[in-house]
C-alpha cells in the first residue's frame, strides 16, 4: 500500500528550455478566449475555434522541450474507447484561458517588450511591425521578447489545474491555470479524396497580400484558383472599393501549384486576417481547398536550428444571403 506521503506522479509533465518558443506558437491562434489542449505522448495540441467557421491549431511537438514525460495510464479508459495496438493511449483532454496562459508566459518579460505585444491591432489583435516578415530567427531571439527563462508544465490529471513554473535569474513563479470540461466540439473536415488545389509559397508573400488588400476596408476575400491566368489572386471587396492581388505560375513565386480546374471560393476577410501572426513568422504556408469550399491554410515555422512546428487553420467558404448576390449584380 502507497504511503500517504508519497508524492503526487503528474500525468503530464514536461520542462522547456525556451519560453518564447511557446509563447510565440501559441500566440499564432489567439483569436478566442480559450483553448482546447490536447495532451499525448507526441506532444500537446492546442484548438481554438471562431463560430464554428474558423479552426485554428498549433501542435507543440515533444521534440521542443528538454524533458517530456506523459503517463496514459493514470486516465481510466472507458470500454468503448480502447483498440488494440494504439501506442499513445487516452489523451489528456481540457480547456483553458489561452489568455492567461499567454499573459502567464511572458511575466519575465521586459516592459518594453510587454509593451510591444500588447499593442493590439483592432481588426484581429495582431503583431506590429517589429518583426521583420517571414523573420523567424527575430520571432524567436531574447532581445524581442526578452524571455530566457525556463518553464516547466505538469498536470496531475482530470479535473486538475495547469500548472505553470518559470524559473529566471533566481527568481521563480509558480501558477496554477483552471482547467474547464471541454465542450463538445468537431473539426472542420477537409476532404483530402476531394483536393480542388494545393499550392505552397512563401508565407511572407501570402501576408504582403493579404496586408495590401487591407486598404479597401474589406469585409469579404475571393480566392480564384485557376489552370490558367490569371492563376492565383486574392480580391477584396469593402465600402471602400475592390482591389486585387495576382500571382503568376513561376516556379520561383509558387513552389508547388496543382489546380486540375478553376475554383472561385469567398472568405470572411477578418477570420483570413485572423492567421496574419502565422504569416509573419512562418517560412512557408501551403494552400489547400476542397470541392466544399473548406480552405486549409497549413504554416511551416522555423522554431530553432532544423527544428519546425506547424500552425494549421481551416476556414468555411462564405455563404450569402439570400437576395445579397442579385444585389451585387446590380450594382455591377
Not at 94 to 117: C, G, H, M, V, Y
Not at 180 to 186: H, I, L
Request: proline share 5%.
Amino acid at each position: 500500500m502507497a504511503s500517504t506521503h508519497d508524492p503526487i506522479v503528474p500525468m503530464f509533465s514536461a520542462v522547456s528550455s525556451s519560453t518564447r518558443q511557446l509563447f510565440q506558437l501559441l500566440r499564432c491562434i489567439n483569436f478566442a478566449p480559450r483553448a482546447h489542449v490536447q495532451i499525448t505522448n507526441a506532444g500537446l495540441r492546442f484548438i481554438v475555434e471562431e463560430s464554428r467557421i474558423m479552426q485554428g491549431q498549433a501542435f507543440l511537438d515533444k521534440s521542443l522541450f528538454t524533458s517530456y514525460t506523459y503517463n496514459a495510464a493514470v486516465i481510466e479508459p472507458h470500454e468503448d474507447d480502447t483498440e488494440p495496438g494504439e501506442d499513445d493511449g487516452d489523451p489528456l483532454v481540457l480547456e483553458i484561458s489561452l489568455s492567461s496562459l499567454l499573459e502567464t508566459l511572458q511575466i519575465f518579460a521586459s516592459n518594453d517588450a510587454k509593451d510591444r505585444w500588447s499593442s493590439r491591432d483592432p481588426t484581429y489583435g495582431g503583431v506590429t511591425g517589429s518583426i521583420a516578415r517571414g523573420g523567424t530567427i527575430a520571432a524567436f531571439d531574447n532581445r524581442v521578447l526578452g524571455m530566457t527563462g525556463v518553464c516547466r508544465l505538469s498536470c496531475a490529471g482530470v479535473g486538475e489545474p495547469l500548472c505553470i513554473v518559470l524559473e529566471e535569474t533566481g527568481v521563480t513563479t509558480t501558477c496554477e491555470l483552471v482547467t474547464y470540461e471541454p465542450e463538445p466540439r468537431a473539426d472542420i473536415p477537409l476532404q483530402t479524396d476531394a483536393i480542388s488545389q494545393k499550392i505552397i509559397m512563401k508565407a511572407s508573400w501570402l501576408h504582403d497580400a493579404i496586408t495590401e488588400l487591407s486598404s479597401t476596408s474589406p469585409t469579404r476575400l475571393t480566392i480564384v484558383a485557376s489552370p490558367t491566368a490569371p492563376y492565383f489572386a486574392l480580391s477584396s471587396t469593402g465600402p471602400l472599393g475592390s482591389a486585387t492581388v495576382e500571382f503568376s505560375k513561376d516556379p520561383q513565386l509558387l513552389e508547388t501549384f496543382y489546380v486540375p480546374r478553376r475554383v472561385v471560393n469567398t472568405y470572411k476577410y477578418s477570420l483570413i486576417k485572423g492567421a496574419s501572426r502565422a504569416m509573419n513568422m512562418a517560412s512557408k504556408v501551403s494552400i489547400r481547398g476542397d470541392d466544399q469550399g473548406v480552405l486549409s491554410l497549413q504554416f511551416i515555422i522555423e522554431v530553432g536550428e532544423d527544428c519546425f512546428s506547424f500552425v494549421d487553420f481551416r476556414f468555411v467558404a462564405y455563404i450569402p444571403e439570400e437576395g445579397e448576390g442579385d444585389e451585387e449584380e446590380e450594382e455591377d
